[in-house]
């Protein structure tokens, strides 16, 4: 095996086994590791893709990456100003 074939294994197991159940969690911390999950299995496809010459999937794949990367922000921001307003 090639290390891009475990990039590949990498990238289905962050992207699909561990994220998606995740995300759909009601809780914050499981939403989160989720979502960083996605972001980490979107990168490693995106190497696999690039090597291979797929863009049009490296693009798909940059798209789930920077929703991911906002939907942290996001929930980062939301929760800060949650425990802001409870300590008041």
């Given at each position: 095996?090639?290390?891009?074939?475990?990039i590949?294994?990498?990238?289905?197991?962050f992207?699909?086994?561990?994220a998606?159940?995740?995300?759909v969690?009601?809780?914050?911390?499981?939403?989160?590791?989720?979502?960083?999950?996605v972001?980490?299995?979107s990168?490693?496809?995106m190497i696999?893709q690039l090597n291979?010459?797929?863009?049009?999937?490296?693009?798909?794949?940059?798209f789930?990456?920077?929703?991911?990367?906002?939907?942290i922000r996001?929930?980062v921001?939301?929760?800060?100003?949650y425990?802001?307003?409870?300590?008041?």
């Open positions: 095996m090639t290390i891009l074939e475990f590949q294994i990498g990238s289905v197991f992207g699909t086994l561990i998606a159940p995740l995300i969690s009601k809780k914050y911390n499981k939403r989160l590791i989720g979502l960083i999950a972001a980490a299995g990168l490693l496809a696999v291979a010459g797929l863009y049009y999937f490296f693009f798909a794949s940059a789930w990456l920077l929703n991911s990367a906002h939907a996001k929930m921001r939301t929760n800060k100003s425990v802001n307003l409870k300590n008041l």
